[in-house]
C-alpha cells in the first residue's frame, strides 16, 4: 500500500513536475528504494533473520566467554558460520524473486545465488581469497573435517567466512534501510530549504527595518567617557557596529557616562542601548538617555530603571548634537553599543 503521505512509487516524474518538488521529495529515488525494499513480509525475510542470529552466536564463540575459555570455539563458530552464509544466501536469491526450496542442497543455493545481481557485487568487494575459502567451508568441508583440522586451517577458514558472512548481510542491511535511508535525505533537504528560506526572510526583514529606521546617526562619531580601563574597551567602541562584544568600560565613577558628538545637529527620535550581557549588566541600571546642543548643557529625554538586554529608548523628537548615556550613581559602566536614529 502506498503511504499517504508520500508521493506514489510509481507516480510520473518527469517534466510535469518541479524540479524543486523532485528534489525535495526524492520520488524517483524513492520508488527506486521501495522496488529494492527489504523488510519483515517480503521473501527471504526469515532466511535473513536466521542468518544474523547464526553469525552473532558465531562472533560470541569466536570470542568465547570465561565458562569456555579452556575450549576451542572455532569450530563450533565455523558450523554457526556455514549455517549463517547458507541462510544469507538463501534471502538474498529470495530478493532477486528468483524460485528457491530453502531445503535445496547448499551448492544448489550457492548455484542459484550466482545467477542474482547480487553475486556480482559480492565478487567485487571480497577478496579472491576469503571468497574461495568461504565456498569451500560451505560446499565441501564437513562437520568432521573442520573438528578435526588444524589450528591454523580452521582460524583462515574462520577469517573468510566471517567477511563472506558480512558482506551477504550487508548487501541486505542495506536494502532494508534504502527507503529509510531516502526519507532521511528528503526530511534533511526540506529542513535545508526550510533554514534557508528563513534566513532569507529574516535577512530581508532586518534590511527592511533598517531602511525603514534610516542610518545609524552615531555610528564611527567621536566618543568620550567619564573614565575608560583602555584593557576592557574604549569609548569608541560603543559606535563600532559590534553589538555583541563589550565597546567600553569606564573606571568605578561616581557618575559614568559616555558622550557621543553627532558632527552637528541631528534630530532625534530614537536611542538604541545593547546592554553588556557577559557579565554585571545591572550595572546600567538605571540608565539615563540625555541630550545637548552645546556639550555642556544636557536634558533628560529617557531614563530605564529596569534590567535589559537592548533598550529602545523613544523620544519626542528634538535636534541635538550630543548624545549621552549616564549611570546616575557610582558605579561602572559597560556597554556593546549605542545607536541613534532620526524619526522615519
Not at 544469507?88 to 526450496?101: I, Y
Amino acid at each position: 500500500m502506498t503511504d499517504a503521505t508520500e508521493p506514489s512509487a510509481h507516480a510520473p516524474s518527469g517534466p510535469g513536475r518541479s524540479p524543486l518538488r523532485r528534489f525535495l521529495c526524492m520520488e524517483d529515488a524513492l520508488a527506486r528504494a521501495r522496488a529494492g525494499a527489504f523488510g519483515p513480509g517480503d521473501a527471504g525475510w526469515p532466511h535473513y533473520e536466521r542468518a544474523r542470529a547464526a553469525r552473532e552466536a558465531a562472533g560470541a564463540l569466536s570470542a568465547p566467554v570465561e565458562r569456555l575459555e579452556r575450549s576451542d570455539g572455532s569450530a563450533a563458530a565455523l558450523s554457526l558460520l556455514r549455517e549463517a552464509t547458507h541462510w544469507a544466501l538463501c534471502a538474498l536469491v529470495a530478493q532477486s524473486g528468483a524460485p528457491l526450496d530453502a531445503s535445496a542442497p547448499p551448492a544448489d543455493v550457492w548455484s542459484a545465488f550466482e545467477g542474482t545481481s547480487a553475486s556480482a557485487e559480492i565478487a567485487a568487494t571480497v577478496a579472491p581469497g576469503d571468497l574461495g575459502r568461504g565456498r569451500h567451508a560451505l560446499l565441501e568441508a564437513t562437520f568432521q573435517s573442520i573438528a578435526e583440522g588444524d589450528a591454523a586451517w580452521r582460524a583462515a577458514h574462520l577469517a573468510s567466512l566471517f567477511t563472506l558472512v558480512d558482506a551477504l548481510l550487508s548487501r541486505l542491511d542495506d536494502a532494508s534501510r534504502a527507503v529509510a535511508r531516502v526519507r532521511v535525505t528528503r526530511f534533511a533537504r526540506a529542513a535545508t530549504l526550510l533554514v534557508l528560506v528563513v534566513a532569507v526572510l529574516v535577512g530581508s526583514a532586518l534590511r527592511v527595518r533598517a531602511y525603514l529606521r534610516g542610518p545609524n546617526l552615531a555610528l564611527g562619531r567621536v566618543t568620550t567617557a567619564s573614565s575608560e580601563l583602555a584593557q576592557w574597551g574604549t569609548p569608541g567602541g560603543a559606535v563600532d557596529g559590534n553589538t555583541d562584544t563589550m565597546g567600553f568600560h569606564t573606571d568605578n565613577d561616581a557618575t559614568p557616562w559616555l558622550a557621543i558628538d553627532l558632527g552637528s545637529p541631528k534630530l532625534i527620535a530614537e536611542v538604541v542601548v545593547y546592554n553588556r550581557t557577559d557579565s554585571s549588566p545591572e550595572r546600567a541600571v538605571p540608565l539615563l538617555v540625555e541630550l545637548s546642543s552645546d556639550g555642556a548643557s544636557y536634558e533628560l529625554a529617557a531614563r530605564r530603571d529596569e534590567p535589559f538586554v537592548v533598550w529602545r529608548a523613544k523620544l519626542a523628537p528634538r535636534t541635538a548634537r550630543w548624545v549621552r548615556v549616564k549611570v546616575p550613581h557610582k558605579s561602572y559602566l559597560h556597554l556593546n553599543e549605542v545607536e541613534v536614529y532620526a524619526p522615519r
